[in-house]
């Protein structure tokens, strides 16, 4: 079977909210879980990697999140961007992660999150990360390169 870059992209793609130097938690999109499906329901789960630093935590896992969650977050990140007030919320089918992004409306934003170690249950960690809004371009940028290299297949 030959991969094209929907299946394993060259680079590797990745968003990060917060500072790399500094309290972080970034998604790492490593490759189709299914890479052989086209179809919706299969063909659209991704194998991330997940990172998080966060006051004396630290910490990573593996998790299977989907393209078409990328793709509500990226958008409703954007809008938070355009308005700086709001809400962003990146929700995953199977709870591996949720994130809730809010703007004060004066540039100033956090990151509610949490991790889950299994699908739906486990364990979980739950941390806040603050950033200003010039750190959300960056973070825009990493969602439109995991929505290149994985776009949604298939139709629901």
Known sequence: MSTSSSNSPSKDVVVMLGATDGEHLAVRARRRSHADCADYWDGNWLDCAIEVCAGGFRGSMNADLRAEEFVEFRDALGALHRRLAGTATFQT???????????????????????????GTGNRLHCTLGFDQTELPLMLRGLDAIVDAFPVVGRP
Request: aromatic residues 8%.
């Open 93 to 119: 089918m199977e709870r591996w992660l949720t994130i809730k992004v809010v703007g004060d409306g004066r540039g100033h934003f956090e990151a509610d999150c949490e991790l889950r170690d299994a699908p």
